[in-house]
């Protein structure tokens, strides 16, 4: 079974651009969640999508956000970009059940000048 | 205080020691808990899934939960070079159909020839 996949692995971007990062999750998963991960916070929930729908979301502003399309692939868009903005974003793939383990991708590395 | 709490480490080790890692916690909501290994440049991995309080054994890795100390551990036996990575634990509890990870920092072992 493929993994999660996540595109681009590196992306560069300037202070006040957007920026959407993809994630393919395994099939036949149903849940897409996104972390973002940096050497202060660790890792940190930005938000988890199942069957299209957002079900939980973290404490980040509402500059993040994505969305889940039909087939269970998942979108995330950081608009207005901060240099507080760079670090890991990893996707992650589960059942959708409760306590269902993640799996992760080998996320983005996004890095903000 | 932080739900989840693990040292940073950093944990240096010889070849062929036995590695016990930690973490507390403070959510006693928290059923579900796992260890997660991340290579550099790499997503986190699973590597144990355990519910309720208890012994699981996969080959060198045990893990143990004490939901009554809310403690959980990891066991390395026979630690081996390629064993280097960071550790992250993580727990998550259920409310109603909404769930989410919650991490640890993360303990960077190096397991040393």
């Known amino acids: 079974k493929a993994g999660v996949t996540q595109t681009p692995r590196y992306l560069i971007k300037t202070r006040g651009q957007q920026v959407t990062l993809s994630c393919s999750p395994i099939?036949?998963?149903?849940?897409v969640s996104w972390y973002q991960q940096t050497p202060g916070q660790g890792l940190q929930f930005l938000f988890e999508?199942?069957?299209?729908?957002?079900?939980n979301k973290g404490n980040f502003p509402g500059r993040f956000s994505g969305r889940q399309f039909s087939n269970s692939r998942s979108e995330m868009n950081v608009s207005t970009l901060e240099l507080g903005d760079s670090a890991l974003y990893l996707c992650a793939s589960s059942a959708g059940t409760g306590g269902s383990p993640l799996h992760f991708g080998n996320g983005t590395r996004l890095t903000v000048t | 205080q932080k739900e989840v709490e693990q040292d940073p480490g950093p944990l240096s080790v010889p070849e062929g020691a036995i590695v016990s890692l930690n973490c507390t916690y403070s959510n006693s909501a928290f059923q579900y808990f796992m260890w997660y290994r991340q290579y550099s440049r790499k997503g986190p991995e699973l590597l144990m899934y355990?519910?309720?309080?208890g012994n699981k054994e996969d080959g060198r890795f045990t893990a143990q939960v004490d939901k009554s100390s809310k403690y959980i551990s990891l066991f390395i036996r026979d630690s081996q070079p390629s064993d280097s990575a960071t550790y992250l634990c993580a727990m998550s509890a259920v409310e109603g159909s909404n769930y989410k990870l919650t991490f640890g920092k993360g303990t960077l072992l190096t397991v040393n020839p």
């Open positions: 999508y199942f069957s299209e729908t957002q079900r």
């Open positions: 099939s036949g998963h149903r849940s």
């Open positions: 355990t519910y309720s309080s």
